[in-house]
């Protein structure tokens, strides 16, 4: 049986893999000049390619309980059984993120591309299809002015994330010309712009804290870990973990606020008692310079501008307890407008896609056309920021070579 791949990427590339060792006489089709360009950029530079908490409530998309069948049967085990026996030995990170224990994301391609050739899997690079066509059972793959046909055709393009790694949504297109819908895609797992004056001035600092994200009083998401100031707003992995969800508010048009805490493991009780103390032992020092050594120095005369000083010069000694609590509450919930988000380039996954419902959940083959299978990016999943999103590629491209090299 002769199969085509759609897409050299992560997913692309285990679909090969497995249709492969599976008897199937396979071919990839990747628009780049390499296959797998993204893989080298993952976990910056590290490829963070699966975690130890792989479970359906780290996943989003309008059906996503239809993907819990495709991450159970190529589960976390079979994902670290699959590389271990390609020769990448994994390594734990924090929250349960797995790395290659090189570190270094270029090894997951390598053993990836040294596998393909063992199969004699045939790579044609440089070649975007721009069409696709079922006649009398077989496909047609269309592109550069060439024609190629399989007996089985594995769309895995992945979706809008990166579209300088080759994934600029044509894929859907190609989707679509066979009768699937597309759920309306959105970056996921990207930066957030923030309404405020001081954005330039604070660039570059880091802090580990917590940003929750509030549509009025309802609570959207929340998470912790080192945000970064930007010049437009906020960056960090929590930024990018909440993104998503903020992301589908503003979509709704609701007015959407995050919150910042940059001192999470104190209450305000006990942040207060910390300031009182600090501020009595230097009463004659100016509170712009009494701040000095407890946060950022970017920061200060921010945060005290914020919890409306205007007297920068004022004595810490002088402070009296309301105006201690004022510092804090900026300190503790800084509050800031959520007014957009960073481009395509910069997000790291999709939501939306072509909609689980569409395909049958235990092969991913398309319930529009028969042959048809559809995996990675493309389909309506995507994952938290922590490996998530590569073991879904895995996961679906797995299931989608074995199966469509299985049925006859
Ligand atoms: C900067 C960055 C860092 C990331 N870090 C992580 C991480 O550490 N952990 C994690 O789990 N996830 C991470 N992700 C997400 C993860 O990389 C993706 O979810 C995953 O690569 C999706 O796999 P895919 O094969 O579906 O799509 P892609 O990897 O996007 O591959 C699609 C391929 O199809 C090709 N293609 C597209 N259209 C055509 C066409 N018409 N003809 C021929 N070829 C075509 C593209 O060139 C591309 O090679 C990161 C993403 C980015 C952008």
Not at 30 to 54: D, F, P, Q, S, V
Not at 106 to 112: E, G, K, M, R, Y
Not at 156 to 181: M, N, R, V
Not at 276 to 281: L, N, P, V, Y
Request: hydrophobic content about 40%; some cysteine; charged content about 25%.
């Amino acid at each position: 049986m002769n199969i085509a791949v759609i897409g050299g990427g992560a997913s692309g590339l285990v679909a090969a893999i497995a249709a492969a060792r599976n008897g199937a006489k396979v071919t990839i089709y990747e628009k780049m000049n390499k296959a797998g360009k993204k893989i080298l950029a993952t976990g910056n530079g590290r490829c963070n390619y699966t975690n130890m908490n792989i479970s359906i409530s780290r996943y989003h998309g309008k059906n996503i309980k239809l993907a819990e069948n495709v991450l159970n049967s190529f589960d976390l085990d079979r994902t670290l059984c699959f590389f271990e026996d390609m020769g990448i030995t994994p390594r734990s990170g924090s929250l349960g993120k797995v790395y290659p224990n090189s570190l270094q994301s270029s090894s997951v391609l390598d053993v990836l591309r040294y596998e393909i050739k063992r199969l004699n899997v045939e790579e044609i690079t440089d070649f975007e299809v721009t069409q696709l066509r079922k006649i009398k059972g077989k496909f047609s793959i269309i592109g550069m002015g060439a024609i190629y046909r399989a007996d089985k055709v594995i769309l895995a393009t992945g979706g809008k994330a990166g579209p300088q790694f080759g994934s600029d949504g044509g894929g859907y297109e190609l989707a679509k010309s066979f009768g699937h819908k597309i759920i309306e895609p959105f970056p996921a797992l990207v930066q957030l712009k923030l309404k405020g004056r001081y954005f330039k001035r604070m660039a570059g600092v880091r802090f580990d804290g917590v940003v929750k994200g509030l549509n009025g009083k309802n609570s959207i998401r929340e998470d912790e870990g080192e945000i970064l100031f930007t010049n437009y707003g906020i960056s960090g992995p929590p930024v990018l973990q909440i993104s998503r969800k903020i992301i589908e508010e503003l979509l709704k048009g609701k007015d959407v606020f995050v919150y910042l805490d940059m001192f999470p493991q104190l209450s305000k009780v006990e942040l207060y008692g910390l300031l009182s103390d600090k501020f009595g032992r230097i009463g004659y020092k100016s509170i712009e310079d009494g701040m000095i050594g407890f946060i950022n120095k970017k920061l200060i005369p921010v945060v005290l501008m914020e919890a409306n000083f205007n007297d920068l010069g004022k004595k810490c000694g002088r402070l009296n307890k309301k105006e201690i609590y004022r510092i804090i509450n900026i300190l503790k919930e800084w509050k800031f407008e959520v007014t957009g988000y960073n481009t395509w380039q910069q997000a790291q996954s999709t939501a939306g896609g072509v909609d689980m419902s569409e395909v049958n959940p235990k092969t991913l083959e398309s319930a529009k056309v028969k042959g048809l299978y559809l995996s990675g990016e493309i389909l309506d999943v995507d994952g938290d920021c922590g490996g998530f999103n590569l073991q879904w590629a895995w996961s679906s491209g797995y299931t989608a070579g074995y199966s469509s090299s299985s049925v006859q």
